[in-house]
Nanobody
Framework: VQLVESGGGLVQPGGSLRLSCTAS????????MGWFRQAPGKEREFVAA????????SYAGSVKGRFTISRDNAENTVLLQMNSLKPEDTAVYYC???????????????WGKGTLVTVSS
């Protein structure tokens, strides 16, 4: 399985970005898809996750109300819409796939290579 992220870049505080992750190699049927991020000098942390059906979504407290996760199973794609971005959102964002609901990076089955998001004026 390959997960490929896109959509990162430089944005001003208060701006928006949309990250996309496309899976190839197999259909991730029943996998929970998600996003983690890692800032320089910090550990990788959970951002958001979505169940196969899309009915269950979870968010880290620091992004709740600003970020929205969605998925299109027909396209094997998961999106992360990020609004009201803050400098502390600066990090490399990683797409993830797991067989169960988890917020721990240790329980992830597949990772993308990451895309850099920089929030700065």
């Amino acid at each position: 399985v390959q997960l490929v992220e896109s959509g990162g870049g430089l944005v001003q505080p208060g701006g928006s970005l949309r990250l996309s992750c496309t899976a190839s190699g197999r259909t991730l049927h029943n996998y929970v898809m998600g996003w983690f991020r890692q800032a320089p000098g910090k550990e990788r942390e959970f951002v958001a996750a979505i169940s196969w059906s899309g009915a269950a979504r979870s968010y880290a407290g620091s992004v709740k109300g600003r970020f929205t996760i969605s998925r299109d199973n027909a396209e094997n794609t998961v999106l992360l819409q990020m609004n009201s971005l803050k400098p502390e959102d600066t990090a490399v964002y990683y797409c993830s796939a797991a067989r169960g609901a988890t917020t721990s990076p240790l329980s992830i089955d597949y990772w993308g290579k990451g895309t850099l998001v920089t929030v700065s004026s």
